[in-house]
C-alpha cells in the first residue's frame, strides 16, 4: 500500500473546513442478549453463550430484552434525546457469515431516541454542542477469526472461523448529525465526545465500555469542505477506531490526507476506511453509496417498543449528572489547576481517577499515577491505560506509598507486577520482597559499613558540607537494592554525624 | 377392535376409549402405524415416521395404568407438519437445503403435544417452505389425495390433510400462512383451523412469512381439531407475536355447537367477492345449500360487500415473499443443513449461492427473487408498501363485515382437487387458488374449513369455510360444529365415510 501524501494540518484547515459525524456503537452489559435467554458476558469459550436464536436455528424467534430496552431510554435521555412513544425494530438485510440469520435486526426509521444534544468542553475552554440525530437499538454480530493468512485478515485466510457468542449482544448506536464550525480543534473534539460517551454509559452502568475490548467502537465520518462553500464534501467512514487517542488521529489523518487530495485536483472517494493503529493511517475499504440497499423493512417477528411516559419519568429521574457538568464540579472538588485537569481529560483517564479517588487516594495522587506511570506504560505497550490496572488497585498503591511501605521507585516496580498480572499491590509487595526496609538497624549496620568505607565523609558533613552524604545514601540504597526509604537513610547519616 | 375400526374413531372417541381402558394406547399407535405402512406408498403422506412411536404409546399406556391424571389427547397418535421442528425427528420443511437436518429444540407446539401425551406418529409432506397450494413443490416428490391418487391433496399442508384423510392418523398439526391448513381439508373432505393470529405459538415454526403464519389442527371432525387447538394454545414467552390471552375451552365450543342452539339469530355473512366467477358450480351448489341449512336453522344470511378483498392475493404475493425472502436467508450452510462447495472451492459467497442452488426449488427461488425485488430501494414503497395498506384496507373491510354479522362465510376454496401437475407450470393458477382464504391471514383473523359434501360433476370434495373475528375463535368452533352435524344428519354419517377404500399398494383409481 503506497502511503497516501499528507497536507500540513495547518495548511489543511486555511483551505478547508473539516465537517465530522460519529456514529458510536455501545454494548449494553445486559445479563442476557438483546433478544433471547443467552448469558451476555465477555471471554467465554467459543460458541458456548448460545441459544437457538443466537445461531438463527429455523424456527427460532427474537424476544425483546426489557432491560436493554430500559437501557438504551437511560441512554437517550441523557444524550438529551427525546424517546419516541413507539419504536420499532426492522430487519437489515445482508450476507456476512457472522450474522447468524443473513440480516441483523435493528432500528430504521424508528429508532427509540431521537434529537439530542451533547456538550463538550475541550481544552481550551470551548464549549461545544455536538447535535445527536438519534440512538437506536441494535443486536451485535459474531466474530470472525480468518486463519492461515499473514494478516489475520480475510485476504489471504485459508479459512475463517465464527465465534456466534457476541452475535446477538445488545447494541445502542448513537448517531450525531454533522458537526460543524470545529475547525483546528477537529481532532481533539472527536476524542473529546467519544471520551462523553463513554464516561456517559460508564455513569448510568450500561456498558463496560472497554474501548480495547469493542465495549465500545467508533466510526468516525469525516469531509471538508472548501472555505465558504455551503455544501458538504463528500465523506469517508472509517471504521475500528477503537481508542481515544486513535479517534484523534484519525480524524486528523483523514483531514491531512482529504485536503491534499482535494487540493490537487482530485475527489474524495464515499467509501469506508480501516484505521491501522500502528502506522496512524487509513487505508481504503469497501465503497460505500447511500445506493447501499439493506431491503429494511419491519420485523414481523417483533411488536413495536412502547415504553410508558412513567417508565421514561423514572428513567429520567434516576439520571446521573451530565459529565462535562461532572468535570466541572470535580475540577474544583479536586482542587486541581487547569492544566492538571486538562492533563486527566486529554488523557481520558477522568473516570479512572475519579473511581481511584473514591477507592480512598487522594486527588493528586490518582492523577500522578494514571497520567503518569500508567499512561507511560499503556503508550509503550500500545493499549489503553484503563485495560493494564484497576482504580483499586491504583488506590492500593497510593495507600502503600502513603504508608511508607514503598518509594516511588519501589511503587512502580510493584506496579509492573500488578500490570503483569502478579496480583494486588500487597500481593507484589509480598512476594516480591519489595517493602521499604524500615528497621533502622539494618539500614544503620549498612550505613557504618558506607561510612568504614569512605571515612571522610563524616568530616566534611560536619563542616557543613552536607551533600556530602549523597554519596553515602546512594553506597547505602544500593547495599539494599533500593528496598530504603533514601529519606530516612539521609535523616540516620546526619544523626551519625552529629553523634 | 380391528385396525380399521381403531383408526377410523375420531381422537374424541379413541379419548374416551384409552381413558375406559377399552383400547391401549400401543394398540392404538400400532393400527395407525400398519395403516401407514399398508397406504403410505401410495399416498407419501409421511416424510419420516417415529421409530420411537411405539415406546412413547406405551410409556403413556403405563402412566396411566399407575393411575396418573392424563390430559384428554393423552395416546392419542398425531402427525407433524415437516414445517415444525422436532428434536427426535428430522425437520426439513419440505427442502433439501434441511434434508436430514434434526433441531436440537421442539417447536412450542411439538413441546406441547408431547406434554399432553399425543403420540408423535412421524413428519408429513408438504410444499417446500410451505410455498404451494397442492405439495407438488416439495423436494421429496408429491403426496396424492386419498379421494382419488391422481389429484393433488391441497398444500402446503397436503401431508397433514392426506395423512388425516386416509386414516393414517386423527390428528395433525399443520401451518397456514394463506391457507395452508383451510385448502387441504377443502380439498380432502377433512377439518382445517386456521386460530386467530398469536393464538397458538410460532416458536418452532421454521417461518414462511412471519406476520401471516399460524399454527393449526387437522382432523376429521370440527371436536377433534377443538381438543387439538386447546392443547397447543396459549401465550408462549418464546413468541413476541402470541398473545397473552386466556382462551375459553375449543371443545366445549364444538360440543356446544353440536347442539344447534347457537344457529338461532346467528348473524352470518356471505362475501360477494369470495364466490362467482372462478368457482367451481359444484362448489358453489354446496356452499348455497349449506347456506340454506343454516338459514332454516333460524340464521341470517347476510350479503356483504368487501371491495378491498379483489387486491388480496396481489398484496399477499408482495408481503408473503418480501418476508419469505429475508427468513430463508438463513440457509446458507454456515450453520447448518445442506453445504454445497463449487469445484475447485471458492469463497464463503461462492459456497452460499451454490448451497442456495442446489438446495431451493424453483417456487422457493421464485419467491425470493420476488421478495427481495418488492424490499428493493426505489420499489419498496410501490410493492411492499402499497401492499400493507391494501392490508389495511382488508382489515377495515373485514372490521366493518363484523359490525353486521358474526361470522362470515365462503366455500374453502374455488374448486376441487385438480390432477398432480396440471397448475405446475402455470403460477398464477396455482396462487389463485387461496383467493378465499388468504384474507383472513392478512387480517389475522381465524378461519375454520369444514367438510360440506361432494361437487356433484366429480364426486370430489368441497369444504365450506368460516370466519370470526380476531380472538373468536371459539365462535368459528361453536359454528362449524353446528353445520357439521345437520350435514352429516343429511348424509347419515361422516363425509369421511364416503371417502373410496384405499387398499394396501394400490389406490382405488
Redesign the interface.
Same mark, same amino acid.
Given at each position: 500500500m503506497a502511503k497516501a501524501k499528507l497536507m500540513d494540518f495547518d495548511k489543511a484547515l486555511e483551505l478547508y473546513e473539516p465537517v465530522l459525524g460519529f456514529e458510536v456503537h455501545v454494548e449494553l452489559n445486559t445479563e442476557t442478549k438483546m433478544f433471547s435467554a443467552a448469558p451476555n458476558n465477555f471471554g467465554a469459550a467459543p460458541n458456548t453463550n448460545l441459544t437457538?436464536v443466537c &445461531? #438463527? /436455528? @429455523? #424456527?427460532? &424467534?427474537? %424476544? %425483546?430484552n426489557e432491560q436493554a430496552v430500559r437501557y438504551s431510554i437511560s441512554l437517550g435521555l441523557a444524550l438529551g434525546c427525546s424517546i419516541a412513544e413507539s419504536s420499532r425494530f426492522a !430487519?437489515k438485510?445482508y =450476507?456476512y @457469515?457472522d450474522m447468524?440469520?443473513? *440480516?441483523q435486526i435493528s432500528q430504521y426509521d424508528e429508532p427509540i431516541a431521537y434529537e439530542g444534544e451533547v456538550e463538550i468542553e475541550l481544552a481550551s475552554g470551548r464549549v461545544i454542542h455536538v447535535p445527536i440525530e438519534r440512538a437506536h437499538m441494535e443486536e451485535d454480530a459474531g466474530k470472525l477469526t480468518h486463519m492461515g493468512g499473514s494478516t489475520g485478515r480475510i485476504q489471504g485466510a485459508e479459512y475463517?472461523m %465464527?465465534d *456466534?457468542n457476541r452475535a446477538g449482544v445488545p447494541l445502542v448506536e448513537i448517531v450525531t448529525k454533522p458537526i460543524v464550525g470545529t475547525n483546528e480543534d477537529a481532532p481533539e473534539v472527536g476524542r473529546q465526545y467519544v471520551s462523553i460517551i463513554r464516561d456517559m454509559v460508564i455513569d448510568l452502568g450500561i456498558s463496560d465500555a472497554k474501548m480495547e475490548r469493542g465495549n465500545l467502537r467508533c466510526d468516525a465520518n469525516i469531509s471538508l469542505r472548501p472555505r465558504g462553500q455551503e455544501k458538504l464534501g463528500t465523506r469517508t467512514e472509517t471504521k475500528n477506531v477503537n481508542s481515544l487517542r486513535s479517534v484523534e488521529r484519525a480524524v486528523r489523518y483523514e483531514i491531512q490526507r482529504q485536503a491534499y487530495i482535494l487540493s490537487n485536483g482530485g475527489s474524495i472517494t464515499q467509501e469506508t476506511r480501516h484505521w491501522h493503529e500502528d502506522t496512524g493511517e487509513t487505508s481504503a475499504g469497501r465503497p460505500k453509496s447511500d445506493?447501499d440497499?439493506y !431491503?429494511? =423493512?419491519p420485523e414481523?417477528? /417483533? &411488536?413495536p417498543v412502547q415504553p410508558t411516559a412513567q417508565l421514561i419519568e423514572e428513567l429520567r429521574a434516576q439520571l446521573p449528572e451530565a459529565p462535562t457538568l461532572r468535570y466541572r464540579r470535580l475540577k474544583g472538588e479536586w482542587g486541581f489547576t487547569d492544566l492538571e485537569f486538562q492533563d486527566i481529560q486529554n488523557s481520558g483517564l477522568l473516570t479512572e481517577v475519579s473511581a481511584t479517588v473514591a477507592a480512598g487516594a487522594s486527588p493528586q495522587a490518582a492523577r500522578k499515577w494514571w497520567t503518569g506511570e500508567i499512561a507511560r506504560v499503556a503508550n509503550v505497550q500500545g493499549v489503553e491505560a484503563t485495560s493494564l490496572v484497576s482504580a483499586e488497585n491504583v488506590a492500593a498503591l497510593a495507600a502503600l506509598v502513603d504508608a511508607g511501605t514503598l518509594t516511588d521507585k519501589l511503587a512502580r516496580q510493584v506496579l509492573e507486577g500488578v500490570i503483569a498480572g502478579e496480583g494486588t499491590p500487597q500481593q507484589v509487595v509480598d512476594a516480591r520482597g519489595l517493602a521499604v526496609v524500615s528497621d533502622d538497624g539494618a539500614l544503620i549496620i549498612a550505613i557504618d559499613e558506607a561510612l568504614a568505607a569512605q571515612p571522610d565523609v563524616l568530616e566534611k558533613i560536619r563542616d557543613g558540607k552536607v551533600q556530602a552524604a549523597g554519596a553515602v545514601i546512594g553506597a547505602v540504597m544500593k547495599a539494599m537494592r533500593g528496598q530504603a526509604d533514601a529519606a530516612r537513610v539521609r535523616e540516620l547519616v546526619l544523626e551519625r554525624a552529629q553523634a | 377392535m380391528t385396525q380399521t375400526d381403531l383408526t377410523r374413531l375420531s381422537a374424541a372417541d379413541l379419548s374416551a376409549k384409552l381413558a375406559s381402558g377399552e383400547v391401549s394406547s400401543v394398540e392404538t399407535t400400532a393400527a395407525h402405524l400398519e395403516r401407514i405402512a399398508e397406504v403410505d406408498s401410495e399416498v407419501h403422506a409421511f416424510l419420516h415416521i417415529n421409530a420411537r412411536a411405539h415406546e412413547v404409546a406405551a410409556s403413556i399406556d403405563a402412566r396411566r395404568a399407575a393411575g396418573e391424571e392424563l390430559g384428554p389427547l393423552a395416546g392419542v397418535p398425531l402427525a407433524i407438519k415437516d414445517v415444525l421442528v422436532t428434536t427426535d425427528m428430522p425437520s426439513t420443511s419440505g427442502s433439501k437445503i434441511l434434508e436430514g437436518w434434526m433441531s436440537p429444540y421442539d417447536a412450542t407446539v411439538v413441546a406441547r403435544s408431547r406434554a399432553a401425551g399425543l403420540v408423535p406418529l412421524g413428519k408429513t409432506n408438504m410444499d417446500e417452505f410451505a410455498m404451494g397450494s397442492s405439495t407438488e413443490h416439495s423436494a421429496y416428490g408429491p403426496t396424492h389425495n386419498p379421494w382419488d391418487l391422481t389429484r393433488i391433496p391441497g398444500g402446503s399442508g397436503g401431508g397433514s390433510a392426506a395423512a388425516v384423510a386416509a386414516f393414517e392418523t386423527p390428528l395433525a398439526l399443520g401451518s397456514d400462512t394463506g391457507g395452508s391448513i383451510r385448502q387441504p381439508a377443502h380439498v380432502t373432505g377433512t377439518v382445517g383451523v386456521k386460530p386467530t393470529y398469536g393464538a397458538v405459538s410460532r416458536y418452532g415454526a421454521i417461518a414462511l412469512a412471519s406476520s401471516l403464519d399460524q399454527v393449526g389442527p387437522c382432523s376429521r371432525s370440527v371436536l377433534d381439531a377443538g381438543l387439538l387447538q386447546d392443547v397447543i394454545a396459549g401465550h408462549d414467552h418464546h413468541d413476541s407475536t402470541s398473545l397473552p390471552d386466556a382462551w375459553p375451552s375449543m371443545a366445549a365450543a364444538a360440543r356446544e355447537g353440536a347442539t344447534g342452539q347457537v344457529l338461532k339469530g346467528l348473524r352470518v355473512g356471505v362475501v360477494k367477492q369470495l364466490q362467482g366467477e372462478g368457482f367451481q358450480t359444484g362448489v358453489t351448489q354446496r356452499f348455497t345449500e349449506s347456506l340454506a341449512l343454516l338459514e332454516a336453522q333460524g340464521a341470517e344470511i347476510v350479503e356483504i360487500d368487501a371491495p378491498h378483498f379483489e387486491y388480496a392475493v396481489a398484496a399477499y404475493y408482495l408481503i408473503l415473499p418480501a418476508e419469505a425472502s429475508s427468513n430463508l436467508a438463513k440457509f446458507d450452510s454456515v450453520r447448518f443443513g445442506l453445504r454445497v462447495t463449487p469445484e475447485g472451492g471458492g469463497t464463503v459467497d461462492h459456497v452460499m449461492a451454490a448451497t442456495r442452488e442446489a438446495g431451493f426449488g424453483p417456487e422457493v427461488k421464485r419467491r425470493i427473487i420476488l421478495g427481495t425485488y418488492a424490499l428493493s430501494a426505489g420499489y419498496y414503497d410501490a410493492y411492499y408498501g402499497s401492499a400493507q395498506k391494501v392490508r389495511t384496507l382488508i382489515q377495515r373491510d373485514f372490521a366493518s363485515a363484523f359490525s353486521r354479522v358474526d361470522v362470515l362465510a365462503s366455500p374453502s376454496a374455488p374448486t376441487t382437487a385438480f390432477r398432480l401437475g396440471e397448475k405446475l407450470e402455470d403460477p398464477m393458477a396455482m396462487y389463485l387458488n387461496d383467493v378465499t382464504t388468504i384474507p383472513a391471514n392478512l387480517a389475522g383473523i381465524p378461519g375454520i374449513s369444514v367438510p360440506n359434501g361432494l361437487a356433484p360433476e366429480d364426486g370430489l370434495p368441497v369444504g365450506i369455510q368460516f370466519m370470526a373475528p380476531a380472538r373468536e375463535d371459539a365462535r368459528l368452533y361453536r359454528v362449524g360444529a353446528a353445520l357439521e352435524a345437520l350435514v352429516e344428519d343429511q348424509w347419515g354419517g361422516p363425509l369421511w365415510a364416503q371417502a373410496p377404500e384405499l387398499r394396501a399398494g394400490k389406490g382405488v383409481n
Amino acid at each position: 500500500m503506497a502511503k497516501a501524501k499528507l497536507m500540513d494540518f495547518d495548511k489543511a484547515l486555511e483551505l478547508y473546513e473539516p465537517v465530522l459525524g460519529f456514529e458510536v456503537h455501545v454494548e449494553l452489559n445486559t445479563e442476557t442478549k438483546m433478544f433471547s435467554a443467552a448469558p451476555n458476558n465477555f471471554g467465554a469459550a467459543p460458541n458456548t453463550n448460545l441459544t437457538p436464536v443466537c &445461531l #438463527g /436455528l @429455523p #424456527g427460532s &424467534l427474537p %424476544v %425483546v430484552n426489557e432491560q436493554a430496552v430500559r437501557y438504551s431510554i437511560s441512554l437517550g435521555l441523557a444524550l438529551g434525546c427525546s424517546i419516541a412513544e413507539s419504536s420499532r425494530f426492522a !430487519r437489515k438485510n445482508y =450476507f456476512y @457469515p457472522d450474522m447468524a440469520k443473513n *440480516y441483523q435486526i435493528s432500528q430504521y426509521d424508528e429508532p427509540i431516541a431521537y434529537e439530542g444534544e451533547v456538550e463538550i468542553e475541550l481544552a481550551s475552554g470551548r464549549v461545544i454542542h455536538v447535535p445527536i440525530e438519534r440512538a437506536h437499538m441494535e443486536e451485535d454480530a459474531g466474530k470472525l477469526t480468518h486463519m492461515g493468512g499473514s494478516t489475520g485478515r480475510i485476504q489471504g485466510a485459508e479459512y475463517s472461523m %465464527v465465534d *456466534y457468542n457476541r452475535a446477538g449482544v445488545p447494541l445502542v448506536e448513537i448517531v450525531t448529525k454533522p458537526i460543524v464550525g470545529t475547525n483546528e480543534d477537529a481532532p481533539e473534539v472527536g476524542r473529546q465526545y467519544v471520551s462523553i460517551i463513554r464516561d456517559m454509559v460508564i455513569d448510568l452502568g450500561i456498558s463496560d465500555a472497554k474501548m480495547e475490548r469493542g465495549n465500545l467502537r467508533c466510526d468516525a465520518n469525516i469531509s471538508l469542505r472548501p472555505r465558504g462553500q455551503e455544501k458538504l464534501g463528500t465523506r469517508t467512514e472509517t471504521k475500528n477506531v477503537n481508542s481515544l487517542r486513535s479517534v484523534e488521529r484519525a480524524v486528523r489523518y483523514e483531514i491531512q490526507r482529504q485536503a491534499y487530495i482535494l487540493s490537487n485536483g482530485g475527489s474524495i472517494t464515499q467509501e469506508t476506511r480501516h484505521w491501522h493503529e500502528d502506522t496512524g493511517e487509513t487505508s481504503a475499504g469497501r465503497p460505500k453509496s447511500d445506493a447501499d440497499d439493506y !431491503r429494511y =423493512f419491519p420485523e414481523p417477528d /417483533l &411488536l413495536p417498543v412502547q415504553p410508558t411516559a412513567q417508565l421514561i419519568e423514572e428513567l429520567r429521574a434516576q439520571l446521573p449528572e451530565a459529565p462535562t457538568l461532572r468535570y466541572r464540579r470535580l475540577k474544583g472538588e479536586w482542587g486541581f489547576t487547569d492544566l492538571e485537569f486538562q492533563d486527566i481529560q486529554n488523557s481520558g483517564l477522568l473516570t479512572e481517577v475519579s473511581a481511584t479517588v473514591a477507592a480512598g487516594a487522594s486527588p493528586q495522587a490518582a492523577r500522578k499515577w494514571w497520567t503518569g506511570e500508567i499512561a507511560r506504560v499503556a503508550n509503550v505497550q500500545g493499549v489503553e491505560a484503563t485495560s493494564l490496572v484497576s482504580a483499586e488497585n491504583v488506590a492500593a498503591l497510593a495507600a502503600l506509598v502513603d504508608a511508607g511501605t514503598l518509594t516511588d521507585k519501589l511503587a512502580r516496580q510493584v506496579l509492573e507486577g500488578v500490570i503483569a498480572g502478579e496480583g494486588t499491590p500487597q500481593q507484589v509487595v509480598d512476594a516480591r520482597g519489595l517493602a521499604v526496609v524500615s528497621d533502622d538497624g539494618a539500614l544503620i549496620i549498612a550505613i557504618d559499613e558506607a561510612l568504614a568505607a569512605q571515612p571522610d565523609v563524616l568530616e566534611k558533613i560536619r563542616d557543613g558540607k552536607v551533600q556530602a552524604a549523597g554519596a553515602v545514601i546512594g553506597a547505602v540504597m544500593k547495599a539494599m537494592r533500593g528496598q530504603a526509604d533514601a529519606a530516612r537513610v539521609r535523616e540516620l547519616v546526619l544523626e551519625r554525624a552529629q553523634a | 377392535m380391528t385396525q380399521t375400526d381403531l383408526t377410523r374413531l375420531s381422537a374424541a372417541d379413541l379419548s374416551a376409549k384409552l381413558a375406559s381402558g377399552e383400547v391401549s394406547s400401543v394398540e392404538t399407535t400400532a393400527a395407525h402405524l400398519e395403516r401407514i405402512a399398508e397406504v403410505d406408498s401410495e399416498v407419501h403422506a409421511f416424510l419420516h415416521i417415529n421409530a420411537r412411536a411405539h415406546e412413547v404409546a406405551a410409556s403413556i399406556d403405563a402412566r396411566r395404568a399407575a393411575g396418573e391424571e392424563l390430559g384428554p389427547l393423552a395416546g392419542v397418535p398425531l402427525a407433524i407438519k415437516d414445517v415444525l421442528v422436532t428434536t427426535d425427528m428430522p425437520s426439513t420443511s419440505g427442502s433439501k437445503i434441511l434434508e436430514g437436518w434434526m433441531s436440537p429444540y421442539d417447536a412450542t407446539v411439538v413441546a406441547r403435544s408431547r406434554a399432553a401425551g399425543l403420540v408423535p406418529l412421524g413428519k408429513t409432506n408438504m410444499d417446500e417452505f410451505a410455498m404451494g397450494s397442492s405439495t407438488e413443490h416439495s423436494a421429496y416428490g408429491p403426496t396424492h389425495n386419498p379421494w382419488d391418487l391422481t389429484r393433488i391433496p391441497g398444500g402446503s399442508g397436503g401431508g397433514s390433510a392426506a395423512a388425516v384423510a386416509a386414516f393414517e392418523t386423527p390428528l395433525a398439526l399443520g401451518s397456514d400462512t394463506g391457507g395452508s391448513i383451510r385448502q387441504p381439508a377443502h380439498v380432502t373432505g377433512t377439518v382445517g383451523v386456521k386460530p386467530t393470529y398469536g393464538a397458538v405459538s410460532r416458536y418452532g415454526a421454521i417461518a414462511l412469512a412471519s406476520s401471516l403464519d399460524q399454527v393449526g389442527p387437522c382432523s376429521r371432525s370440527v371436536l377433534d381439531a377443538g381438543l387439538l387447538q386447546d392443547v397447543i394454545a396459549g401465550h408462549d414467552h418464546h413468541d413476541s407475536t402470541s398473545l397473552p390471552d386466556a382462551w375459553p375451552s375449543m371443545a366445549a365450543a364444538a360440543r356446544e355447537g353440536a347442539t344447534g342452539q347457537v344457529l338461532k339469530g346467528l348473524r352470518v355473512g356471505v362475501v360477494k367477492q369470495l364466490q362467482g366467477e372462478g368457482f367451481q358450480t359444484g362448489v358453489t351448489q354446496r356452499f348455497t345449500e349449506s347456506l340454506a341449512l343454516l338459514e332454516a336453522q333460524g340464521a341470517e344470511i347476510v350479503e356483504i360487500d368487501a371491495p378491498h378483498f379483489e387486491y388480496a392475493v396481489a398484496a399477499y404475493y408482495l408481503i408473503l415473499p418480501a418476508e419469505a425472502s429475508s427468513n430463508l436467508a438463513k440457509f446458507d450452510s454456515v450453520r447448518f443443513g445442506l453445504r454445497v462447495t463449487p469445484e475447485g472451492g471458492g469463497t464463503v459467497d461462492h459456497v452460499m449461492a451454490a448451497t442456495r442452488e442446489a438446495g431451493f426449488g424453483p417456487e422457493v427461488k421464485r419467491r425470493i427473487i420476488l421478495g427481495t425485488y418488492a424490499l428493493s430501494a426505489g420499489y419498496y414503497d410501490a410493492y411492499y408498501g402499497s401492499a400493507q395498506k391494501v392490508r389495511t384496507l382488508i382489515q377495515r373491510d373485514f372490521a366493518s363485515a363484523f359490525s353486521r354479522v358474526d361470522v362470515l362465510a365462503s366455500p374453502s376454496a374455488p374448486t376441487t382437487a385438480f390432477r398432480l401437475g396440471e397448475k405446475l407450470e402455470d403460477p398464477m393458477a396455482m396462487y389463485l387458488n387461496d383467493v378465499t382464504t388468504i384474507p383472513a391471514n392478512l387480517a389475522g383473523i381465524p378461519g375454520i374449513s369444514v367438510p360440506n359434501g361432494l361437487a356433484p360433476e366429480d364426486g370430489l370434495p368441497v369444504g365450506i369455510q368460516f370466519m370470526a373475528p380476531a380472538r373468536e375463535d371459539a365462535r368459528l368452533y361453536r359454528v362449524g360444529a353446528a353445520l357439521e352435524a345437520l350435514v352429516e344428519d343429511q348424509w347419515g354419517g361422516p363425509l369421511w365415510a364416503q371417502a373410496p377404500e384405499l387398499r394396501a399398494g394400490k389406490g382405488v383409481n
